[in-house]
């Protein structure tokens, strides 16, 4: 072989060696879209006297969101879009001797969740992926914000009772609650596993705690109780924290 033709593929050979890696270098990215589920953190219920008819009734919520990621070898860039249905909820139980004079046999026991605050936010995260192993799984670890958006809203739910000898029915129950409009930031940081697809997309699974810094509660409300010989009022307050588990799948939008 002529030296030049042997240069001319030393050359051919280093350009395509470098294409490669060129090819190898760039980003991948997805098109991530993430449903799930979670359990407030941040609420409690307050009263001033020591009859505490009130207790929390945590229910799961219920969360859904689209994003778009960037993949650049170990770490992963996202962000989108999300909304969350945050629920409250209260349970107790009232006797029969507590109420005034009635046809009834039994006292009142109830539990009452509430589904109509709707919280939509802008999540941005920065993620650390494993190598894949032989299964083709990767673990990660994410660490972000979100910048959330709270609408004014009310919600109010009452139960009434019918003591003997009276023509009209008595509020046992009331209950009003509301939020505020405001924007607050939440931290949120979670880890979980990836299966890559034989495509390239990516089934992943998740846990992720969200912690709210909120000026006033997400959700307030007032509560009253009214008994035979005394009135029972409290505050039920909420800041949007919790922990929850998701599953996505993230669409490569560039097959290779």
Known sequence: MKKN????????????????QESSDKPNSYINFNIGSFINL??????LQTNKIFEE?????VQAGLSYEVEKKHLLFSGGISLRIVPYGYKGTIQLKDLQPNNERFGYFFANSRYVYFLPSLPFKITYQTNPNLANQRFWFSAGVELNFSNTKEDNYSVSYNPTNSNQPTNLLIFNSA??????????????ITKIQKNGDQLRFGLNFNGSYVATALIKGDYIVNLKDETITGTYLSNGSYLGVTIAYAYKTKKD
Do not use: M
């Not at 033709?5 to 490669?20: E, G, M, Q, Y």
């Not at 941040?42 to 009263?47: A, F, R, T, V």
């Not at 009734?57 to 919520?61: K, L």
């Open 5 to 20: 033709n042997i240069v001319l593929l030393l050359l051919l050979i280093s350009f395509t060696k470098i294409r490669a």
């Open 42 to 47: 941040g609420s409690s219920i307050n009263s």
């Open 57 to 61: 009734f945590n229910t799961p919520g």
């Open 179 to 192: 939020s505020q409009k405001q924007t607050f930031l939440a931290l949120n940081i979670g880890t979980g």
